[in-house]
């Protein structure tokens, strides 16, 4: 199993750009995260999901827009890059939480986005 | 939503026992306290997660005491691998999606 991989590694981005970066995972997870971080910060979550069809906002959803069509693949696209999304941004999938005794996050390898 | 406090850095030296600190005062009856740990430029892992006394898996321990409003992360004769930032999140199971990571602590193992 692959477990969760984002494309692209890496971009550059010129100011009002658009972009999708994709995650996909194989672990037949319910739940999916984005998640962006900043230098020396800890991870701010930007948008979830908590199933297929299903987006809804977190803590930073400004100037990001998100899709789960499929339950394997969640994307975040930025409609209008800006400066202040230079990031490092993370995917990450969890199991529906409901039947379980903890809801252990799989992160991806993270995409590091600069956008001058 | 339950807030954590917790040392921004710490050093130790290898072979050394490492308790970091987490503090959640206003922790709810049904939240889990979780640990992360994240190595430069990869994302964060799952290290153990407990909701009171101690667990205990291959990597490390983690104490809870009776109140629940703190609990101690334990890595076991660190190496230099251990070298990482430490997150400590508090929230329900099902509700992963609020958890918060904070700013986290960073372990540097020295030789």
């Known amino acids: 199993n692959a477990g969760v991989t984002q494309t692209p590694k890496f971009r550059v981005l010129k100011t009002g750009q658009s972009m999708t970066l994709l995650c996909a995972q194989d672990m037949n997870h319910e739940y999916m995260y984005w998640y962006r971080q900043d230098p020396g910060m800890g991870l701010r979550l930007i948008h979830y999901?908590?199933?297929?069809?299903?987006?809804a906002k977190g803590e930073v959803p400004d100037g990001y827009n998100v899709s789960r069509l499929k339950k394997q693949n969640f994307l975040l696209g930025l409609e209008s890059a800006a400066p202040s999304q230079t990031s490092v941004y993370f995917c990450?999938?969890?199991?529906?939480?409901?039947?379980?005794?903890?809801?252990?996050?799989?992160f991806g390898p993270g995409t590091r986005l600069t956008v001058l | 939503l339950a807030k954590t406090t917790q040392p921004i850095s710490m050093d130790s030296y290898e072979g050394q026992e490492v308790n970091i600190t987490c503090s959640h005062n206003?922790?709810?009856?049904?939240?889990?306290i979780t640990w992360y740990q994240q190595f430069p430029s990869q994302g964060p892992r799952f290290i153990i997660q407990g909701y009171k006394t101690k667990v205990t898996n291959e990597v490390a321990s983690l104490f809870i005491p009776a109140d629940r409003k703190s609990s101690t992360l334990s890595l076991p004769r660190v190496s230099l691998s251990d070298t990482a930032v430490y997150y400590c999140?508090?929230?329900?199971?099902?509700?992963?999606?609020?958890?918060?990571f904070g700013s986290g602590t960073r372990l540097l193992v020295r030789p």
């Open positions: 990450a999938s969890s199991p529906s939480g409901r039947t379980s005794s903890y809801n252990e996050q799989f």
């Open positions: 999140l508090v929230g329900e199971v099902d509700s992963s999606y609020k958890l918060i």
């Open positions: 999901s908590v199933g297929e069809g299903t987006t």
């Open positions: 206003n922790i709810a009856t049904n939240d889990y």
